[in-house]
């Protein structure tokens, strides 16, 4: 990051102070000034601690590390991912052009097309019921057993669009090792109607592979061997594991080394998505990704919503000190979403080494984390309303509801509309007195407000608001990574885990190897390999 600029922001912040209740009423025209929108959203940041002189220096932010450049340096296919030499094409996924884009040799697009059309064909196949189960009944439940992106993408999007789904196959994932889950999932399934997607990108991730395994053995018992073939497809970039695993190659989806895991939605990880709301739903939906795509890379930055929101998130992550950001969806159906955004963001700048290799010397990526409103309210806004804690937080919400019965809708969105304006504008102890408050009460029932705020509101939650508000997030955590100078498209920190895992795991299988940890690590496994011993 351009240090002398972030130290002129950070004396700018100081020395102004801002307060949105003055900036409001300075400015009649801060809302209307302070709103854009694109592929179906509007993105209100007024309420957010900016005036012109600080939004001229986060501007300068993105001017001095080269965002342009390093934008169209991602979507021309440069291998960016420099620490694993690869290019980040997950725009290409969601392109309409069916040829042109050469990277490395490959035409992208082509390859993407074929792909998605093999989707669709095998789609359209399960959904008619022309595919049917090994005993000839059609299939009526989808396990898709993955794990972090090869899961959190499908099944938000799964759960987010619901209603466009066809109600008669029901989708489940499976990520956890932990047994329960595929235990509990195949208590809910039968296996004549069942096809597994094993979706994993490497097919030899631990998780994912021990409970592929489960489900087979599981549906062999029920079945027999020769099923596995009509009930198992994959997802991934490795043929040869696919072919060993057991998996006919035809009925197997590929992608490609370029399409990180946490942006992998758009592509065949979203087959199972496919499969619910099909091929007609899930082309618009990468027509909303899309729409977004073009923004980003077209808008100039002031109008630019990836631009202005991951302008406004450093704002608070670099010149306020705020260590999160809340993620408050209005929509049931966006349950997930913010678990879905804990990994775009915290795996993509959870990084503390810039791209030159040297130690950052300033915050990078936050922390995310959010859940559905009102039920947030009921819970954790107070700490927001008038905790210690700076929280600034996106609210996302919708004009239309999909279950439009009596006025729950109106009631949820004035709830919406509500906490933004409280978080604002609080309420002063002269209101409260006004209201009749005794004066012991006051310095309690008083709301600081000035707490920052961006609304994204949309007509309705559609494949193509959804594809478009993922891409949104996904060019706004590109911006800061490349604001901050960091590598955004590895994930190295998810690796000492696993390696020592794998160690762990042979001394708890075998009981009579040395332990050689630290006191702590080889105490709680000393005591887990105890627990063993004992029968109730
Ligand atoms: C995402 C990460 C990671 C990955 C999982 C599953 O960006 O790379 O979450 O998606 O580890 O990996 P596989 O798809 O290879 O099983």
């Known amino acids: 990051m351009d240090t002398d600029t972030a130290e002129q922001l950070e004396g700018q912040i100081e020395s102004h102070d801002l307060k949105l209740k003055e900036l409001f009423a300075t400015d009649p025209g801060r809302a209307a000034k302070m709103t854009v929108s694109a592929a179906g959203w509007t993105l209100d940041y007024s309420k957010n601690l900016l005036d012109t002189q600080t939004l001229t220096l986060l501007l300068k932010l993105a ?16 291998h960016i991912n420099q620490t694993e030499n690869r290019a980040v094409l997950h725009t290409a996924l969601r392109s309409s052009k069916t040829t042109g884009l050469i990277v490395d040799g490959q035409d992208v697009y082509a390859d993407v097309h ?9 789609a359209t196949r399960i959904r008619t019921g022309e595919w049917l189960g090994y005993t000839g009944k059609r299939i009526k439940y989808v396990v898709n057993i993955g794990i972090g ?14 209603p466009y789904s066809k109600r008669t196959l029901k989708c489940f994932f499976v990520s956890n090792v932990d047994a329960t889950h595929i235990a509990e999932t195949l208590l809910q399934v039968k296996a004549d109607q069942t096809l597994f997607i094993i979706a994993s990108k490497t097919f030899t991730t631990q998780e994912t592979m021990t409970n592929a395994q489960t489900a087979r053995a599981w549906l062999v018992s029920k079945l027999g061997e020769a099923a596995v073939a009509k009930h198992f497809v994959a997802v991934s970039t490795n043929a040869s594991k696919v072919a060993e695993f057991g998996i006919n190659p035809d009925n197997m989806f590929v992608f490609w080394d370029w399409v990180g895991g946490r942006y992998s939605l758009p592509s065949a990880i979203g087959l199972s998505l496919v499969l619910a709301i099909g091929p007609r739903n899930f082309k618009r939906f990468l027509s909303g990704y899309e729409a977004m795509d073009k923004h980003f890379r077209t808008a100039p930055f002031k109008r630019n919503m990836p631009v202005l929101m991951a302008l406004i998130g450093i704002l608070y992550s670099n010149g306020y000190g705020a260590d999160t950001y809340a993620v408050l969806p209005y929509d049931q159906y966006l349950v ?7 990994q775009l963001d915290m795996e993509s700048n959870g990084k503390s080494v810039t791209r030159d290799g040297q130690p950052v010397e300033y915050m990078t990526g936050p922390i995310v984390w959010g859940e559905p409103g009102t039920n947030g309210q009921h819970a954790f806004y107070q700490l927001i309303h008038q905790g210690t804690r700076l929280i600034p937080a996106d609210f996302i919400g919708f004009c239309k509801s999909h279950n439009p019965i009596g006025d729950h809708h109106a009631k949820l969105m004035a709830n919406f509309f509500a906490q933004t304006e409280a978080l604002a504008f609080g309420k002063t102890a002269d209101q409260c007195r006004a209201e009749g408050t005794p004066e012991t009460l ?5 709301f600081v407000g000035n707490h920052p705020t961006n609304t994204l509101l949309a007509n309705e939650l559609t494949p193509k608001t959804l594809g478009a508000l993922i891409a949104l997030y996904e060019h706004k955590v590109f911006t800061q990574g490349i604001i901050w100078n960091i590598f955004s498209f590895d994930q190295w920190g998810v690796e000492l885990g696993k390696v020592l895992a794998g160690k762990i795991l042979k001394e708890l299988n075998n009981t009579s190897l040395p332990l050689h940890h630290d006191s702590s690590t080889n105490a709680l496994i000393m005591r887990y390999r105890a627990a063993q011993q004992i029968v109730d």
């Not at 001017?63 to 440069?78: S, V």
């Not at 074929?114 to 095998?122: E, P, R, S």
């Not at 997930?336 to 804990?342: E, G, V």
């Open 149 to 162: 992106g090869s899961d959190l993408g499908p099944a938000m999007a799964y759960q987010a669009l619901l």
């Open 336 to 342: 997930r979403f913010p678990a879905y955004l804990q």
């Open 63 to 78: 001017e001095k590390a080269n965002l342009k450049t390093e934008i169209e340096n991602m979507f021309t296919g440069k």
């Open 442 to 446: 006051i310095p309690f029932k008083t």
């Open 114 to 122: 074929t792909v998605l059309n093999k989707m669709y064909a095998f």
